[in-house]
């Protein structure tokens, strides 16, 4: 072989080698890890984020995964909260019962790098704070989470009891 030869052929292999990196590169970009779209795991496990929070018994660690302009649907509560002092107020009666949650069904939708909703039923725990009585309450929930400010943040919350129980 010679020298023009092996320099052609040493071209030609570097050409399919920066080809084949490329179209590699192309796939992986393409991929929720690289392009900042997140996983639906991740966005699941801001839900175990959120219940964790309600473990503290701590109405401002509750509060303070929502957006400054999050809605909330809630619960145990026929008023409509649309500010941080209205979803604080609601928590602060709401964990003296010591919830808990467990998601029995649930639907991810990633919508973007910034948006998601995840909705489904779920099982709350309660504890009458009298009596330390428990009882189970089934309902269903909407979380939609916007990133903000490199955060992930709650900026509407819909939860209602089941219809049948």
Known sequence: MTRKTRIRAA????AALATAVTATVGVSAASPERDGKPTKKQIAALFDGWNAALQTGDPEKV???YADDAVLLPTVSNKIRTDHAGI???FEHFLVNKPVGKKTKTIINV???NSAIDTGSYVFTLTDPKTGEKREVNARYTYEYEKRG???LIVNHHSS???EG
Do not use: K, S
């Open 111 to 113: 919508l973007d790098r």
């Open 150 to 152: 490199g955060q992930w």
């Open 88 to 90: 604080e107020d609601y």
């Open 63 to 65: 509060t303070a995964r």
């Open 161 to 163: 009891a089941m219809p």
């Open 11 to 14: 071209l030609v292999t570097a």
